[in-house]
């Protein structure tokens, strides 16, 4: 049994730049849901699909930040135009229906110079 | 709006002494709730939710916690502590309606289990 996987797990890039990450859900789960992770913080909610569908967006996810899950599968998060302040833990998760427990994966961890 | 809050930034307890760490809550509707674990530089692990049914919930690695409805506490626990215990433990909740899917953590306590 494959859990949720990421990547990649690190990422440093300068500000400006333009960074992508991958989630892999657990296999049949039909939502996935990203979260942003600061130092000394707890996960904040950032975007959620169920199937293809966006379904909801957190005001925290600004113009440059874009979400894709095409086929209903494996998820990517692009960052453009990188700033310092993005610099954080990005973590996925993934459920089967609205009732049942979310599994996150290990994380890609992003450092903005 | 959906809140969750951990009142100790850090637990410290002795092996084999039973612990305690606090989580109080603010939702609409009943809530969903749920503890994680997070071990250091990994991601979050389930550990146990309460929907609805028995407000004592038994979860991973003999914790469990008491789901307080009067007083929106939602308390984890464990009888006897273990040094590999020691991680950050959040606890979290979503709302009970259908279109609020996104769960809001609290900030997370750090555990601290000393031999």
């Known amino acids: 049994d494959t859990g949720v996987s990421q990547d990649p797990r690190h990422k440093i890039t300068k500000r400006g730049q333009n960074v992508t990450f991958r989630c892999d859900p657990i296999s049949e789960h039909n939502r996935l849901y990203w979260y942003r992770q600061t130092l000394g913080q707890g996960p904040e909610f950032l975007t959620y699909f169920q199937n293809e569908a966006q379904l909801e967006k957190s005001r925290l996810l600004s113009d440059r930040f874009s979400a894709e899950r095409p086929k209903g599968s494996f998820s990517t998060l692009e960052i453009q135009r990188t700033e310092q302040g993005d610099s954080a833990m990005y973590l996925c998760?993934?459920?089967?229906?609205?009732?049942?427990?979310?599994?996150f994966g290990p994380g890609t961890r992003l450092l903005v110079l | 709006a959906q809140s969750v809050a951990q009142p100790e930034d850090q637990v410290n307890v002795a092996e084999g002494n039973p612990l305690t760490v606090k989580c109080t809550y603010s939702v609409s509707g009943n809530p969903y709730l749920f503890w994680y674990v997070q071990y250091p530089n990994r991601g979050l692990q389930f550990l146990l939710k309460?929907?609805?049914?028995?407000?004592l919930v038994k979860g991973s690695y003999g914790f469990e916690a008491e789901f307080n409805k009067s007083q929106t506490s939602f308390h984890l626990k464990k009888p006897s502590a273990l040094v590999s215990d020691s991680a950050l433990y959040f606890c979290a909740v979503r709302g009970g309606y259908s279109s609020a899917s996104k769960i809001i953590f609290g900030s997370g306590t750090r555990l601290s289990i000393r031999p």
């Open positions: 309460y929907i609805t049914g028995d407000n």
């Open positions: 998760a993934s459920a089967q229906g609205l009732q049942e427990t979310q599994y």
